[in-house]
């Protein structure tokens, strides 16, 4: 039996002018953004989401500027205050909390790890990671025990009693993510989170961030506007334009089976080879026995850039695939080349809109 999402976003509208009421009214008569914005000075921000957010898994929110992507996870936690629509954390309508009850939620269940870092300049790194729980009226000493636990998880052991201007951006950044970790939230919210740092510390940040998740399986809820970053982090994927949802799903199938032209030219420059999973091309085996004439066993988690490695970019090879061991499906070279082959990407892309 399938769980209940962790948090399950319905119909949720918002609109920022000084009659949101009224102006939802025009939206869900058919009015669109632009409409909107002309006739009646109001601004669409988000349009009829529908999104479900499941337990221990990474939630990878993407879209161009202006998408409305970190419009939409601020209202989880209720920064921004929604138009019209249900935010359900386990099966309790967010938007219904009194305010000792959002305080609870803030306090106890999400935790927030921003783009800008958001660190107290006075406070050094040990009380900045601290906060948290500080603020929740923990004993000091439990305070120094998590937040220097975290800290070095992180790779920040020594820096404790450093402040945030003696730190890279990389160093800082970490320190929100421990600050995120100590105060031991089931829900992560990451908002643009590595959008600011340098390309190879972005990579790094990512890698630390999916082995902290092997261990901890937190429900992350992240932003992102880089489809590589995405693709790398994403459980499930969510990408929006123009505050809509285009398309939603696990990622491999996103990039296989684009639905919307916009969607095509997002996935149009993206290393297929290095980006698929073997298991997105397989042909799965349904209970039956592996074919005799395979020239090896494959993990169905196995990138297609190995595998062209591995067969001497034979497409005569096949391969048995295998999960936790047990063969699941087959893997046919031919196959493995036709899914690098991407759709045309259409005339009017999502780099042009």
Do not use: C
Not at 193 to 219: N, V, W
């Amino acid at each position: 039996m399938t769980k209940d999402p962790k948090v399950r976003l319905r119909g949720l509208y918002k609109i920022f002018g000084k009659e949101p009421g009224l102006a939802l009214t025009h939206v869900k008569n058919g009015v669109g953004k632009e409409q909107l914005l002309v006739e009646h000075k109001h601004v669409l921000g988000l349009q009829d989401i529908n999104v479900d957010m499941q337990e221990g898994e990474i939630t990878v929110v993407m879209g161009l500027s202006g998408s409305g992507k970190s419009t939409l996870i601020r209202h989880l936690n209720r920064l921004i205050e929604p138009t019209d629509g249900e935010i359900l954390l386990d099966g309790q309508d967010v938007t219904k909390l009194s305010e000792s009850g959002l305080r609870e939620l803030r306090q106890n269940k999400m935790s927030m790890v921003f783009q800008k870092f958001a660190l107290l300049p006075h406070r050094t790194v040990l009380q900045n990671a601290a906060m948290a729980i500080k603020v929740r009226g923990e004993p000091d000493a439990d305070q120094e025990r998590e937040a220097m636990k975290w800290l070095a998880r992180v790779g920040l052991s020594g820096y404790e009693n450093h402040y945030p201007a003696q730190l890279s951006g990389g160093m800082q950044q970490r320190v929100g993510i421990a600050r995120a970790l100590t105060a031991n939230t089931n829900i992560m919210l990451m908002d643009e989170a590595f959008s600011a740092l340098d390309p190879l510390i972005r990579t790094d940040m990512q890698d630390l961030l999916l082995e902290l998740q092997k261990e901890l399986h937190k429900t992350i809820i992240f932003i992102t506007h880089d489809l590589d970053e995405a693709l790398k982090l994403a459980d499930h994927l969510v990408i929006l334009k123009d505050g809509r949802v285009v398309q939603q799903g696990e990622p491999q199938g996103i990039l296989l089976e684009p639905n919307d032209p916009y969607i095509e030219d997002f996935v149009s420059d993206i290393n297929r080879a290095r980006v698929l999973k073997v298991r997105s091309v397989m042909e799965p085996l349904n209970g039956a026995k592996p074919p005799k004439n395979s020239h090896g066993e494959v993990d169905q988690n196995d990138s297609l850039e190995n595998m062209i490695a591995r067969s001497g970019g034979d497409t005569t090879h096949s391969y048995t695939v295998t999960k936790n061991g047990e063969p699941v499906g087959v893997l046919e070279m031919k196959s493995l080349v036709r899914a690098l082959v991407p759709r045309v990407a259409s005339s009017e892309g999502a780099r042009k809109s």
